[in-house]
């Protein structure tokens, strides 16, 4: 039974459902960091609810966002980071990434710790901080270089504002 799955899974026919434990063993940070990863501070939580998850893509339009378990099944860059959203001070999270080069980026907000991205209620950064609209940023616009260590960037997070808009707040925690 499991040879035809595994089969189906390699031909790119079959998937896994998602699971929010997938990436992150090779994404975990150590402590001093001191190879490739991203030291992302957070700036413009709208609360301190929920948790903060924290992944790394292909940094090209197909992959960008693109379900973990098919990246993972074509050996395809995919890391998470996923931790309790800090109840104060400043937030950093860190990523390692597997080499040196550039990776789409992205953070949610999961104010309600459910796992999926509230449309309503869940806010969303990406690295280079792009203008959101209805669709999701090109990979270029959400993309940072790591280098051959520790690398900082910050991601603005972004809310829903009325009907038709995502943007950051005005006055955040």
């Not at 990246?71 to 104060?88: C, D, H, Q």
């Not at 390692?96 to 980026?105: E, I, Q």
């Not at 900082?152 to 809310?159: A, F, L, Q, R």
Request: aromatic share 6%; with cysteine; charged share 20%.
């Amino acid at each position: 039974m499991i040879a035809p799955l595994l089969l189906g899974l390699l031909a790119g026919q079959a998937s896994l459902p998602s699971n929010p434990d997938l990436g992150k063993a090779a994404a975990r940070c150590r402590t001093p960091e001191t190879g490739p990863s991203f030291l992302v501070t957070v700036e413009g939580l709208k609360d301190r609810r929920g948790l903060l998850k924290l992944e790394i893509y292909p940094d090209d339009n197909e992959d960008f966002l693109a379900d973990d378990n098919k990246l993972i099944a074509a050996g395809k860059v995919f890391r998470r980071v996923e931790v309790p959203t800090p109840p104060n001070g400043a937030v950093q999270l860190c990523i390692r990434v597997p080499h040196a080069g550039r990776y789409a980026v992205s953070l949610l907000h999961d104010r309600d710790g459910n796992h999926k991205f509230g449309l309503s209620s869940d806010g969303i950064g990406f690295a280079g901080n792009p203008k959101l609209g209805w669709s999701k940023p090109a990979a270029d616009k959400a993309s940072a270089n790591a280098g051959s260590g520790p690398t900082s960037i910050t991601i603005v997070m972004n809310y829903r504002h009325g009907l038709f808009s995502f943007s950051p707040l005005k006055e955040a925690h």
